[in-house]
Nanobody, 124 residues
Framework: QVQLVESGGGLVQPGGSLRLSCAAS????????MAWFRQAPGKEREFVAA????????YYANSVKGRFTISRDNAKNAVYLEMNSLQSDDTAVYFC?????????????????WGQGTQVTVSS
């Protein structure tokens, strides 16, 4: 199993940037596909970005493409989400997720392990 802890959320003005981090612990982190999801108040949890275990495949939701960048550092057991040009619609709790194997998934139910989430609020 792998345990996930997110950090880096906060309050940012529209047009600003944030970098989220997800620290992983447990078995063979490099053997997991990783992803970020988000959930806004009153809405379902939705896919944001995913990265495969060897970085050969990266997916983004259309709503964040060109503004967000997902990356991972297997040596540090971490995955990151660089968020630029933030908009009010990006306000949500952001969750890190993991699945054993290559990953390359965008579906919520395809991920077995979840962090507790970190709040991102975009407001002036």
């Amino acid at each position: 199993q792998v345990q996930l802890v997110e950090s880096g959320g906060g309050l940012v003005q529209p047009g600003g940037s944030l970098r989220l981090s997800c620290a992983a612990s447990g078995r063979t982190y490099s053997g997991y596909g990783m992803a970020w999801f988000r959930q806004a108040p009153g809405k379902e949890r939705e896919f944001v970005a995913a990265i495969s275990w060897n970085d050969d495949t990266i997916y983004y939701a259309n709503s964040v493409k060109g503004r967000f960048t997902i990356s991972r550092d297997n040596a540090k057991n971490a995955v990151y989400l660089e968020m630029n040009s933030l908009q009010s619609d990006d306000t949500a709790v952001y969750f890190c997720a993991a699945v054993a194997g290559p990953g390359r998934y965008t579906g919520l139910h395809q991920y077995a392990y979840w962090g507790q989430g970190t709040q991102v609020t975009v407001s002036s």
